[in-house]
């Protein structure tokens, strides 16, 4: 099980903004079946200090991933909660969002840049939006979500491959975090998008202006 390329930004983000003297410890959380062990592996190889996993058999939907990171947030008490934008396999870019409104703190969505003042207990978030960029300043705690321009995230060393092995990997379950999972959505169907039409050879120009014109009809 591979991690989320938007959530290996976050980490990279939570990574650099411990090396930079302003975080005491990065933690990294996963949610899911018993192989998500494997994705927190490649996050404490990264450089992750602990992982926390999740364990949960049943499809997690956002509204859930965010109930159950709100839970945690409760008792690991952390300033930043960084996470990426959406998910690869359903794009639903949701759970940022409802973290935060559960919790009730500010969020800055589509990170392109972060810059943490600790003194002021501030962050400040760039990002981009239609008409160009846009900069956030939020009071923490806060919540980020990661886009592609914030970072290019390490390669994980194999010292600290074989370092991961032995950090410690805290386990959760749904009921541990008074947590209750229920499906608050129904996937009716899901369908494939229509085959393409096998390609032509034209012989000439002309052909292909009058196949352009009376059988597409674009001309």
């Given at each position: 099980m591979s991690m989320n390329p938007f959530?290996?930004?976050?980490?990279?983000?939570?990574?650099?903004?411990?090396?930079?003297?302003?975080?005491?410890?990065v933690v990294a959380v996963s949610m899911g079946p018993p192989p998500c062990v494997d994705t927190l592996r490649t996050g404490l190889a990264m450089g992750a200090d602990r992982g926390v996993h999740v364990e949960a058999g049943d499809t997690l939907h956002p509204l859930a991933v965010a109930k159950l990171l709100k839970a945690l947030i409760d008792v690991e008490k952390p300033q930043l909660l960084i996470l990426g934008k959406q998910a690869i396999d359903d794009d639903c870019n949701q759970t940022g969002q409802m973290v935060a409104g559960l919790l009730n703190w500010p969020q800055g969505t589509f990170a392109s840049k972060v810059v943490l003042d600790k003194q002021k207990q501030v962050v400040t978030v760039d990002r981009e939006v239609d008409g160009g960029l846009e900069t956030l300043c939020l009071d923490l705690p806060a919540v980020i979500t990661t886009d592609l321009r914030l970072n290019q995230p390490r390669y994980a060393t194999l010292p600290n491959i074989m370092k991961a092995k032995s950090k410690v990997i805290k386990k959760f379950t749904p009921s541990d975090l008074n947590v209750t999972i229920k499906s608050d959505l129904e996937i009716v169907q899901v369908t494939e998008p229509p085959k393409r039409k096998a390609g032509v050879i034209v012989s000439s120009v002309d052909e292909l202006i009058d196949k352009l014109k009376n059988e597409a009809r674009v001309l």
């Open positions: 959530c290996e930004i976050a980490l990279e983000e939570a990574l650099r903004i411990r090396e930079s003297g302003l975080a005491s410890e």
